[in-house]
């Protein structure tokens, strides 16, 4: 994973981590775990996430990219920034 990867899943955890669940321990989330399945996030959540990926990457984030798929864990939130970014 480039560094850039690398910072950009750091940040997604710490702000999932922090605004999300409330705590500052990196072992209550693994990167794969599902944020839905776990009632960590829902729509106003994704919102929150939304608005969090767009300012913090510069990324725009459509109406029809908003799907579970693309916010499920801390990989798929990566994976989908890092595609946003390459366009």
Request: proline share 1%.
């Amino acid at each position: 994973m480039s560094t850039d990867g690398i910072q950009t899943r750091e940040k997604v955890r710490g702000y999932i981590l922090e605004n999300l669940m409330f705590s500052s321990n990196d072992g209550d989330l693994a990167d794969g775990a599902s944020l839905l399945d776990r009632g960590i996030i829902d729509s106003t959540g994704v919102l929150e996430i939304v608005l969090y990926l767009e300012e913090e990457f510069q990324v725009k984030v459509k109406d029809s990219d908003m799907l579970p798929a693309n916010f499920d864990s801390v990989d798929n939130i990566v994976g989908f920034v890092s595609r946003l970014q390459s366009n």
